[in-house]
């Protein structure tokens, strides 16, 4: 019903940069917050950055002041902007969108993209 797309993962140079995208699209009614999330090698998933429809947004400690979400609401789409790129952000990168299906669902479902792949190295 509700599909999740990644793309723009990749190998990038520390201190390098990438910016990741994801599209939402199928029986949408509307979106609530949309957010990344990261599993790297032998870790747990955890938050990278969520916002919400209004535009607020959170992100985890470690990538304050280097990566930035934002989203575009007429096109169902979240972006991370990731700058200065450590190795240690190397994971699995992965979209996530509470939708809402009708205007009679009175809580929105979480929905996860693929993933793709961000590896940090020289």
């Known amino acids: 019903q509700v599909q999740l797309v990644e793309s723009g993962g990749g190998l990038v140079q520390p201190g390098g940069s990438l910016r990741l995208s994801c599209a939402a699209s199928?029986?949408?009614?509307?979106?609530?917050?949309m957010g990344w999330y990261r599993q790297g090698p032998g870790k747990e998933r955890e938050l990278v950055a969520s916002?919400?429809?209004?535009?607020?947004?959170n992100y985890a400690d470690s990538v304050k002041g280097r990566f930035t979400i934002s989203r575009d609401n007429a096109k169902n789409t979240v972006y991370l902007q990731m700058n200065s790129l450590k190795p240690e952000d190397t994971a699995v990168y992965y979209c996530?969108?509470?939708?809402?299906?009708?205007?009679?669902?009175?809580?929105?479902?979480?929905?996860w993209g693929q993933g793709t792949q961000v590896t940090v190295s020289s």
């Open positions: 199928g029986s949408i009614f509307s979106i609530n917050a």
């Open positions: 996530n969108a509470e939708v809402r299906l009708s205007r009679w669902q009175s809580s929105p479902l979480p929905y």
């Open positions: 916002i919400t429809w209004g535009g607020n947004t």
